[in-house]
């Protein structure tokens, strides 16, 4: 397991965090997860594997999940 953190854009409030962090922590293989509005950001304790389905995730949500730079 490791910590990678997801830029998500378009998360304006606490509504929006508890959206996100409820279905991606449906998501296997999720430890945990953290969402942040004010820092547009996603926070999750996963194996580097998850981290394509989360990004799919939150972005099934109607957020925006810039590419990875």
Do not use: K, Q, Y
Request: with cysteine; proline share 4%.
């Amino acid at each position: 397991m490791a910590e990678h953190t997801i830029p998500v854009d378009g998360m304006t409030c606490a509504n929006c965090e508890r959206t996100v962090a409820s279905a991606v922590s449906c998501v296997a293989g999720v430890e945990s997860v953290e969402a942040d509005a004010d820092a547009g950001r996603v926070t999750v304790d996963c194996h580097e594997d998850c981290c394509p389905t989360v990004r799919d995730c939150i972005a099934g949500l109607g957020f925006d999940v810039p590419d990875e730079e």
